[in-house]
């Protein structure tokens, strides 16, 4: 499976944007996938998470009432809608399907990374 994010762009403080993560070479409804972040120099941090159904959802604190993760399975696409984002927001998004247990903060339990879509935010 490839996944690719996209719908990334300058944006001023305050805005909002929606990202979105498209599977292909096969279908992922059945696994949980999430977002990360990254900017230069430092790690990818965990962003949010969303579970195969779609019905439950986790957010890094920083985020949590400004963004929401959905997913439409029919679509093999999930979605990172961003509100009221900030400077602090700006970095390459990532996707990732999360491929193994452990803890959702952990880079290292997801795989079939796709390439990331640079937001940035001017104050």
């Known amino acids: 499976v490839q996944l690719q994010a996209s719908g990334g762009g300058l944006v001023q403080a305050g805005g909002s944007l929606r990202l979105s993560c498209a599977a292909s070479g096969r279908t992922f409804n059945t696994y949980a996938v999430g977002w990360f972040r990254q900017v230069p120099g430092k790690e990818r941090e965990f962003v949010g998470l969303i579970n195969w159904r779609g019905d439950m959802t986790w957010y890094v604190d920083s985020v949590k009432g400004r963004f929401t993760i959905s997913r439409d399975n029919a679509k093999n696409t999930v979605y990172l809608q961003m509100n009221s984002l900030k400077p602090e927001d700006t970095a390459v998004y990532y996707c990732?399907?999360?491929?193994?247990?452990?803890?959702?903060?952990?880079?290292?339990?997801?795989?079939?990374w796709g390439q990331g879509t640079q937001v940035t935010v001017s104050s």
């Open positions: 990732a399907i999360k491929t193994r247990g452990g803890s959702h903060y952990s880079p290292s339990n997801y795989a079939y």
